[in-house]
């Protein structure tokens, strides 16, 4: 229900928060970064499911790049898994 969504996504909100908080305390700036990319890229996945509209113009261009450089990973991580398991 729309409820359940609304409660859900203020739970993700705050987690993210937490998460960034953490991350800000990294010093590699090339780790901080990676991971803030990611996040952003879940975190728009996760909106993308919780949103009731089928349109999507309220993605902006860093939502999309964050999205797709966060589907390279996940994928690229499956195919290190697979390699791994197989080889």
């Known amino acids: 229900t729309l409820s359940n969504?609304?409660?859900l996504a203020i739970q993700f909100k705050k987690i993210?928060?937490?998460i960034?908080?953490?991350?800000?305390?990294v010093k590699c700036q090339r780790c901080k970064l990676h991971a803030k990319?990611?996040?952003?890229?879940i975190?728009?996945?996760?909106?993308?499911l919780l949103t009731n509209s089928e349109n999507y113009d309220w993605l902006s261009r860093d939502?999309?790049?964050?999205?797709?450089n966060t589907l390279f990973?996940?994928?690229?991580?499956?195919d290190y898994t697979q390699h791994f398991?197989?080889?």
Not at 20 to 25: A, E, L, R, S
Not at 43 to 48: E, N, P, R
Not at 63 to 68: G, T
């Open 63 to 68: 939502d999309i790049v964050a999205l797709v």
């Open 37 to 41: 990319v990611f996040i952003h890229g």
């Open 20 to 25: 960034t908080k953490i991350v800000g305390c």
């Open 5 to 7: 969504k609304k409660a």
């Open 85 to 87: 398991l197989y080889n």
């Open 73 to 78: 990973q996940l994928s690229e991580s499956l």
């Open 16 to 18: 993210f928060k937490n």
């Open 43 to 48: 975190g728009t996945a996760l909106k993308i």
